[in-house]
Structures are given as structure tokens and as C-alpha cells.
């Protein structure tokens, strides 16, 4: 399968899910398929797993969608059990298994020498793992995802292909400040309160 | 005060700051505040594998509107470093880091990790406060929830066996 395939698949049904991305080039794939303040580009490798955690505990009537690479699982492999002591259930989380540190030169990742994230997550917890075996397959699992309510985690495996697009048009802070901005609009919560300076108050 | 005590003291604290999401690691020191964190039903308890998981999840929570707090041990806080300088400081996210002073003056375990806590903490740029008077507690929690949401950058409250309850503390300390 092929990486931006899989992406325009879950560009087709994420809605108004929050979406959070792993450092590297499918962040960018990512953005140009699906442009949003409602994603986050995760810049610490392995992380991306963690953050989608905490804002699906932070808003569990919105769907999270993580978007994860094998290089940063494979950092962050504890995170598939808290993410399962957790359950939340409206977390979906999907990795695309190139087997290889793409960003960092294309080095082989322990996926490539046989690790079954997959297995690692549905042993760690998580009962709702499965490996999509096709374009078509990995289409209706994330469909089937943002329609249930449970947690589940999609595995691909992806060819190393990349697709050219522009580079990410804003930095960690305005994504951030946009991002808390787009919850708070379609939330209709208030994230950042102006506080009095101390001197009034 | 005796660790229960002072455990439902920083708990109080806590939620008096606004904290309603908390992650944690144990510590045996730690283990009277993590049994009041977990019991308390109006907090989401978040029981870590390891402390930079946590950063993210509090990183995350914070995103779409928790105001978090991490309780960890300063082994912990190590751990946690590139994730504390990769996603908090390079968003500018806050956060109240809770760690425990393992290898604090007279503490019999971790000197090395002791002596490396405050200096690791100056050279992220991260404003902290011994916490020693459990009685001071409630008010200094509330003071580092204020700093941290104005700097946007995480301070740590470093917890010692005076202010969890274990040891009387001395008038110079």
C-alpha cells in the first residue's frame, strides 16, 4: 500500500475528528490532503501515541485520530498500554509500517526484522488491533472506526514512497494556538481565559 | 501532619489550582498522595508506564482544555527530558511537574540523581520550589498553577519527605 493512499482514505471520513500526526513527511502528506487548525504536527518522535491519549481523555465526545509510524511506536511501545489500561473510546489509532526510519535516513526499523505491532498492541491490551490488508481493507476499517465506539488500532504496512508536497506552513506554536482556537470554536469551550494581572486581582 | 494527611493536603491543593487530569508514576515516598489521586472521583488518574508518556498525555489533555499536573520521581523527571523540551517548551505548553527529591539532604537513596535535579532543572529554564511545609502547600500549588498557565512553560514542585508527611522538618530547611 502506498502511504498517501491510506491518508486520502482517512481524509475521506475523519470529519471533524482532531487529528494528531507523528513528526515527518507524513505530517505534510497529511496536511495537504486534509488542511485543518484541528491538526496537530507532533515534533518529539514517539509521542504522538501519548498526546492523542490525553485529548481523548481531555474530550471523550470527540474523535481522536492519532497517525503514528513504526520508528515512533517502536520509542513509545508502553504508551499501547496505558492507551489500553485507559480504553478510550474514542481514540483511533493507526500506523503506517514502512519498516524503516524514513526521516532519519532510511535505516531499517525493528518492524523490518520481524516485529509485529499489531500483535505488541493486542497483546498489550488493546483487543481491537488488526493489520489492514488492502487499500480497500484499510478503507473500511477506518470507516468502521469513526462509526463505532471503541478503541481500535489499525495497522499498514506502506511502501517507503513519498509523495511531493510543500512543507508544513506553521510552527509549533501558531499550530498550537490555532489548534486550542479550532476546540474552542467547535467546542464551544473557553481553553485560554484572560486573567487580571495580579495587581488588580 | 502525617502522610495521609499531607496527601489529602496536596490533593486539596490540587483542585483548588483547577487540576482535574493528573499522571502518574509511583515512588514508595509518593505512595499515600498517588492512593488519594487515584481514589479522588473528580480527578482523571492516569497511571504512566513511563514519565514521558505522560508529558504527552498532560501535553494532549492541556490541548483541548484540562489543566493537568504530572506526580513523578526525579528519575522520572529525567526520563521525561526531550519530551519537556521538544513538545512543552517548544509549544509553550504548561504543566505542574510533582517530583519526588529522591537523593534530597539526609534521603538514603539516589545522591547522584539528588544532585543532578536542580541543575538539570535551571538548564531547561524550568522555575521550581522545594516544597518542605505541608502547611504552605494548598497555597504554593495554587501560586505554581499561576505561574506555569502565564509563563506557558512547565515548574516543578519538588515534593520532599517533610512535605509528604515522612520526616519532621527542621527549622534551617
Redesign the interface.
Known sequence: MKRFDCLKAVAAVAGDA?V?SSAGAMTLEWNVLHPSDGN?R???L??????????????PQ?KIIALDGDGSLLM?L??L??IA??RPKNLIHIVFDNEVYEASGSKKTATGAGTDLVGVARAAGIKNSHWAKSIDDFALAVTAAMTGGELCFIGAKVTTERTEVPPYPID??E??YR??RH??KT?N?E?FKT?LPASYG | MNPTEAAKTIVTGLKGAGIN?IATLPDVNLADLLREVEEDREL?H?????E???????????????K?AAIMQNGGFFNSN??IV??LL????PLLLLIYYAGDVGDRTFSTTGSLTEPVLQALGIRYYIMRDPADAVELIKRAQ?LT??AKRPVALLLTKEVLGRRSALASL
Do not use: H, W
Not at chain 1, 514517539?46 to 474530550?59: D, V
Not at chain 2, 492516569?46 to 513511563?50: A, D, N, Q, S, T
Not at chain 2, 514521558?52 to 484540562?66: H, P, T
Open positions: 482532531l494528531v496537530l507532533v515534533r518529539t514517539g509521542l504522538c501515541s501519548s498526546i492523542a491519549l490525553g485529548m481523548a481523555l481531555g474530550l470527540r513509545n508502553n504508551s498500554a496505558t489500561r485507559m509549533e506554536v499550530n498550537k489548534f486550542i476546540v474552542e467546542e469551550i481553553i486573567n | 487530569l482523571i492516569v497511571p504512566l508506564c513511563r514521558e508518556e505522560g508529558i504527552g498525555i498532560c501535553a494532549g489533555a492541556y490541548l483541548v482544555g484540562k493537568c526531550n519530551a521538544s513538545t517548544q509549544y509553550q505548553i499561576v498557565e502565564d
